[in-house]
């Protein structure tokens, strides 16, 4: 890779195993780490390397609790890449947030628990630390914002972010503690994402797509119809990564 190449990384999510028909790329074992959850898919966008990993694989097969979140950032940054956009879909606890709402999230409330969280743990010299206030890069998500604006896409730009363990979702009780801690949305795979992408020094930023309202906040099931949300919502999205791919 060439100094002056431009290379934007994006990691699908639910709705988003795929992006299209790209040139494929076998990864190596990011050892100590494992593999990461496939190949990367590269496109050319705008003049931008493109390259696509789907976190739970492109067959949907690793549930947000059992995904290598540390072999799938590393994969990134073995690869060069210095900006990521991670595509989740959530829950929302917010009528303002309603489903197929675009919300790029600006914190976190990490609930998860078990999960392989940091690069920081064996045979270190002195502990390690990172600032995690803002979890999320400043400098990354105003592009995303600008590309937003540019493409006449609606981008709710700030929100607070509950991950969850998973696999199950919430019940009514616990959408309604999550919303009391100050929860707008609820999903399932930022963290530990978004910190060891902080780690690697990578800036990363978490593009919401509302699929559903949580449990207990209207009437009967909240994940009926939210394949078709999420499909609609996907389409704002791909336009959305074309536009940025020309400011990274």
């Known amino acids: 890779m060439s100094v002056t190449e431009r290379v934007l990384g994006l990691i699908g999510g639910t709705g988003l195993d795929r992006l299209g028909e790209g040139q494929e790329l076998e990864l190596r074992d990011t050892s100590p780490w494992g593999k990461a959850a496939a190949g990367f898919t590269q496109f ?49 606890t917010m009528d303002e947030m309603s489903p197929g709402s675009l919300v790029l999230a600006d914190q976190i409330i990490d609930y998860t628990w078990g999960r392989a969280h940091t690069y920081y743990e064996d045979d270190l010299q002195e502990p390690e630390h990172i600032d995690f206030a803002q979890p999320f890069s400043d400098k990354f998500r105003t592009k ?18 509950g991950v969850t363990q998973g696999p199950r979702l919430e019940t009514a009780a616990e959408v309604k503690k999550l919303k009391r801690d100050g929860c707008d949305l609820i999903g399932m795979t930022t963290m530990p994402e978004a910190s060891l992408a902080r780690e690697a020094g990578i800036a990363y930023a978490s593009l919401c797509v509302v699929g559903n309202m949580g449990a207990g906040l209207v009437e009967g099931s909240t994940i009926d119809g939210m394949d078709e949300v999420l499909h609609i919502a996907m389409q704002q999205v791909r336009l959305l990564v074309k536009e940025l791919a020309k400011q990274v």
Do not use: W
């Open 44 to 92: 050319e966008l705008e003049g931008t390397k493109l390259l696509f990993l789907p976190r739970h694989g492109y067959d949907h097969r690793f549930a947000p609790h059992r995904i290598n979140y540390r072999a799938n950032i590393m994969a990134f940054k073995n690869a060069g890449v210095s900006n990521v956009l991670a595509v989740n879909a959530v829950g929302s």
């Open 144 to 161: 995303v914002i600008q590309a937003a604006e540019a493409a006449n896409i609606v981008l709710i730009d700030k929100a607070v972010l």
